[in-house]
C-alpha cells in the first residue's frame, strides 16, 4: 500500500470507500477531497469503491477519513 508519483512533485493514492452507489455520492466525496489542502485531482468510482487522489505531498489517512466522513461515507483504507 504505497503511493505512487505520477508527475514530479505529485503523489497519487487510491482509497476503498463504502457507500457509493452513483454519481451523486462520487461527486460528494470529490467535493470533499477537494478541500483538503495540496489536493490537485480526485476521481471517485463508485462500481468500485475506489477514490484516487493526487496531491502535492502525502495525505494525512485521518484527514481523508475525516473529508470522507463529512461526505457521508466510510474509508475502509488504502486500496
Known amino acids: 500500500m504505497t503511493a505512487q508519483t505520477d508527475a ?3 503523489v497519487t ?8 452507489s452513483c454519481g ?3 461527486g460528494s466525496i ?6 483538503l489542502p495540496g489536493v490537485t ?6 462500481a ?3 477514490v484516487t487522489v493526487v496531491s ?10 475525516t473529508a470522507v466522513d463529512e461526505a457521508g461515507y466510510e ?3 488504502r486500496a
Open 8 to 10: 514530479p512533485g505529485s
Open 41 to 46: 485531482s480526485v476521481k471517485a468510482v463508485a
Open 48 to 50: 468500485t469503491g475506489e
Open 24 to 26: 451523486h455520492c462520487e
Open 13 to 20: 493514492a487510491v482509497y476503498k470507500v463504502t457507500g457509493m
Open 56 to 65: 502535492g505531498t502525502p495525505l494525512d489517512e485521518e484527514a481523508v477519513r
Open 30 to 35: 470529490s467535493a470533499e477531497l477537494s478541500e
Open 75 to 77: 474509508l475502509v483504507g
